[in-house]
């Protein structure tokens, strides 16, 4: 045990993803050691992040406004919505610059070890949009993990009924990794191969 | 293939070891616990990316430290392949081939094939299915990297199914459920057809290992499958058997809280003379079709892979009487070896001799 204040952080930051107690006794220590100035504007940058971004009431990207730039932005397809696991994979497809629609995230992919399952993500909402935005092709762009495929198996299962062509995307990505892996080519490639489920 | 330098970073007990085996034969001296099984098991590690021993990563670590490195040189042909894996005390381990991730982790299985001899080699035929259909897994792991990346789909699969289960018996949601049935019956029927393609192409060497090490008659693998009785080679036709399988048992699958049909329940035998060595066979012709299983296994990588494997024989001369060592030894020595012994005296094998004692070799 440490000292209240630094075992307190200590506790918060071994929460995070990918954070064991470890590295997490480690980034305390660290933020101890360095100038105050740099430890509060860490403080401060998260403070001013959760009171001004929020997740956009239509897709659940991140946006300062009530729907994100790319919802509001009257030249994107409509018809057609690209599912992804987490708000960061947003700007990788983008990259691509292939797809033309909008996005929905997830927040996550099925995972029954972890207690994810459909009713812990925005599935339902996804469901909801495909019937009211007149919505013909979702593209399942889920991580290449067994979790991933499963999640998109699932929402093909889910939204086949309402007779909208549901898609994933290519083979070819590098296999139990998130989407980032893949350069942009690559990613392109799987994009453009995309095959109904 | 041969293993030209080997590093260790707290691994076991090497605080840092830096080992330059030699091309040929090596055999590791040193008393009980002086750590000559943890240099095998580090180079072990290199071609299967875990131990020999089934211990999970974090027992590799030395005492008090943060992470342990296994870093190695790999000659084979005319380039040199370095591998390097990372194994932190928390968060994921970290592999790099010549200094980048490979594409996948069994990407690395073709860099450094390796096969080992243990003492309890024996357990492959006495013990239940799961020790063969380890074996069968691993050699196809070896053999093929996307057999490996199959097999550990279909175990993060399994093991999501069963979670599920688990949570939620009776009343567990069936549409969640179809979707994992189908995830699990697309990598289970890969792992048959890997299975059953190993089996098919091992046969002949298995047979020519057997009579080598002086065993008469012949043995057979066969592998029983509970959910697929036809046996068409067709991965579309497995895949539906299993799924239908699956479907099938889900009312005991929901009782039980587990998955009850699949590869993870099949039932691979070897036949000697048509008879089940595990019940049949006499102690000393078990222990030769196991000899011959490490052989057969050799020689179908150095077949397969046109390079010979490396070779790790941990303490296995005690295990075996005069006669059957003087056949093995002419069949593996040509190759790169590495043999434990806590004895300096009466091995039936020459080569260069390496003492081991408190963290170093020399
Ligand atoms: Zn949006």
Redesign the pocket.
Known sequence: MFEPPVQRLIDELSRLPGVGQKSAQRLAFHLLNVEEADARRLADSITEMRSTVRL?N????A?ADA??T??VDTRRDTSSICVVERAQDIPVIERTQLFKG??HVLGGAMSPIAGIGPEQLRMSELEARVGAEGVTEVIAATNPTVEGDTTAMYIAQLLKPLGVKVTKLASGLPVGGDLDYADEVTLGRALAGRQEL | MHLTWLELVNFRPYEALRFEPTEGVNILVGENGAGKTSVLEAIGYLGMMRSFRGVPDRALIREGSASAVIRGGIAGGASETTVEVELPSDGRRTVLVNGKRPRRVHDTFLSVPVVVFLPDDLDVIKRGPRVRREYLDDLAATLWPQAGQDLTEYDRALRQRNALLRQGGRETDTGTLDVWDGRVAVAGAKVLLHRRTLAVALQTHLHHAYKEVGGSGSVHWMYRSTWDSHSAGDIEALRVALAEALVESRPRDMDVRTTTVGPHRDEPDLLLDGRPTRTEASQGEQRTVALALRIGAYRLIEDVRDQKPILLLDDVFSELDKERARRVVPLIENGQVFVTTARDDELPIRGRRWSVSEGSVS
């Not at chain 1, 239509?58 to 990207?61: E, G, L, P």
């Open positions: 956009c239509r897709c659940f990207n946006t729907e994100c790319i919802c909008r996005y």
